[in-house]
């Protein structure tokens, strides 16, 4: 707009007010009255939807129900916008929807959010629930994370008593370095990203990082092990073999000492249901993901959102 502004030389904020009041239709939006709350699309539902959340203004959070159909011509992505995560507030808004319609839904990807599973639950009555094959792996995969972090936390607690214990003798404390070249607290840090992964895609330099951090922590590559394992599970194509993989993985981890993923073995347990869902079509939240990227992208374009009505009318330009 600015650009615009400065090609004609005319004042930017000026011809940026006579674009939303005037030439954009803002004023005349149906949706107008309810902006702030919720916006509502029933057309665009289709047989598969997917829904999550995404930061709009100062960390409040909308929740947006979109379709999967994104390679029609016209883009009609989205089907709901709520402001909010409550439950009851989203089965409240899509309950504006006809029932008939909201029959249609067969099936809908989401996170592991309790609040989600509720709302869908309530309106979507003849769907099912699939939690995304990227929120179970990273649940996994952070409870590895989280055991690195602690390791890494008494390392730099030990370090600093050392440095403490050599400081009252009078003397310089030196780090043990290891085999190759980290010391404990590096090796901790470093590690992390080849921790994500497979062995067979380790650089030269990861490989020899990791001999040594297996090595010295053996707990960690007990977590390494169980976290490939349950990535695994997702190469298998059918419901009933995948159950067999959660079934043999969790043997695996009642049997360890590492409380981080009976933590999330737990969690798993309890979503277990929507979870295998993911084995029948193999359907992933990813065009969710996709579509709140293209959000982030365009509020970053405009520097923020300071008018998140006159926002969200330019999104229902774009996506509805």
Same mark, same amino acid.
């Given at each position: 707009m600015k650009?615009?502004?400065?090609?004609?030389?005319?004042?930017p904020?000026? &011809?940026?007010?006579?674009?939303?009041?005037?030439?954009?239709?803002?004023k005349?939006?149906?949706?107008?009255s309810?902006?702030?709350?919720?916006?509502?699309? #029933?057309?665009? *539902?289709?047989?598969?939807l997917s829904?999550?959340?995404v930061?709009?203004?100062?960390?409040?959070?909308?929740?947006?129900v979109?379709n999967?159909?994104t390679?029609?011509k016209?883009?009609?992505?989205?089907?709901? =916008?709520?402001?909010?995560?409550?439950?009851?507030?989203?089965?409240?808004?899509?309950?504006k929807?006809p029932?008939e319609?909201?029959n249609?839904v067969?099936?809908?990807t +989401?996170d592991?959010?309790?609040? +989600?599973?509720l709302?869908?639950d309530?309106s979507?009555p003849k769907?099912?629930?699939?939690?995304?094959?990227?929120?179970? =792996?990273?649940l996994?995969?952070?409870?590895?994370?989280h055991?690195?972090v602690?390791l890494?936390?008494?390392?730099?607690?030990?370090e600093?008593?050392a440095?403490k214990?050599a400081?009252?003798?009078?003397?310089?404390?030196?780090?043990? +370095?290891?085999?190759?070249?980290?010391? &404990?607290?590096?090796?901790?840090v470093?590690?992390?990203?080849l921790?994500?992964k497979?062995e067979?895609d380790?650089t030269?330099?990861?490989s020899?990082?990791?001999?040594?951090?297996?090595l010295?922590? #053996?707990?960690?590559?007990?977590?390494?092990? &169980?976290?490939i394992?349950?990535r695994? *599970?997702?190469?298998?194509?059918?419901?009933?073999?995948a159950?067999?993989g959660f +079934?043999?993985?969790?043997?695996?981890?009642?049997?360890?000492?590492?409380?981080?993923?009976?933590?999330?073995?737990?969690?798993?347990?309890?979503?277990?249901e929507?979870?295998?869902?993911f084995f029948n079509n193999?359907?992933?939240?990813?065009?969710?993901?996709s579509?709140?990227?293209k959000?982030?992208?365009f509020r970053?374009?405009?520097?923020?959102?300071?008018?998140?009505?006159?926002?969200?009318?330019?999104?229902?330009?774009?996506?509805?």
């Amino acid at each position: 707009m600015k650009n615009i502004a400065s090609y004609y030389n005319i004042d930017p904020q000026k &011809l940026q007010r006579h674009y939303k009041h005037k030439v954009s239709g803002y004023k005349q939006w149906n949706q107008l009255s309810h902006a702030q709350d919720y916006l509502i699309y #029933p057309e665009n *539902i289709t047989d598969k939807l997917s829904i999550d959340e995404v930061s709009l203004s100062k960390g409040e959070l909308y929740t947006f129900v979109t379709n999967k159909n994104t390679n029609c011509k016209n883009k009609k992505s989205i089907v709901a =916008v709520i402001n909010g995560t409550e439950a009851k507030t989203i089965g409240e808004v899509l309950s504006k929807i006809p029932l008939e319609k909201r029959n249609m839904v067969s099936e809908v990807t +989401m996170d592991m959010a309790r609040n +989600m599973a509720l709302a869908v639950d309530n309106s979507f009555p003849k769907c099912k629930k699939v939690i995304d094959r990227f929120h179970a =792996v990273k649940l996994v995969m952070d409870a590895m994370q989280h055991l690195r972090v602690k390791l890494r936390w008494n390392a730099m607690d030990e370090e600093n008593n050392a440095i403490k214990a050599a400081k009252q003798r009078g003397e310089k404390h030196y780090p043990l +370095m290891l085999s190759n070249g980290d010391t &404990l607290k590096e090796l901790l840090v470093r590690s992390r990203y080849l921790l994500y992964k497979y062995e067979e895609d380790w650089t030269l330099n990861q490989s020899k990082r990791a001999s040594v951090l297996f090595l010295k922590y #053996p707990l960690l590559k007990e977590a390494y092990k &169980l976290s490939i394992q349950f990535r695994n *599970i997702y190469k298998n194509l059918s419901k009933e073999n995948a159950l067999a993989g959660f +079934m043999k993985w969790k043997a695996e981890v009642q049997k360890s000492t590492i409380e981080e993923f009976n933590i999330a073995l737990n969690s798993i347990e309890y979503h277990m249901e929507n979870i295998l869902n993911f084995f029948n079509n193999r359907s992933t939240n990813a065009n969710a993901e996709s579509f709140n990227s293209k959000i982030k992208g365009f509020r970053a374009n405009l520097r923020g959102v300071t008018d998140v009505s006159f926002f969200l009318f330019r999104l229902e330009k774009l996506f509805a």
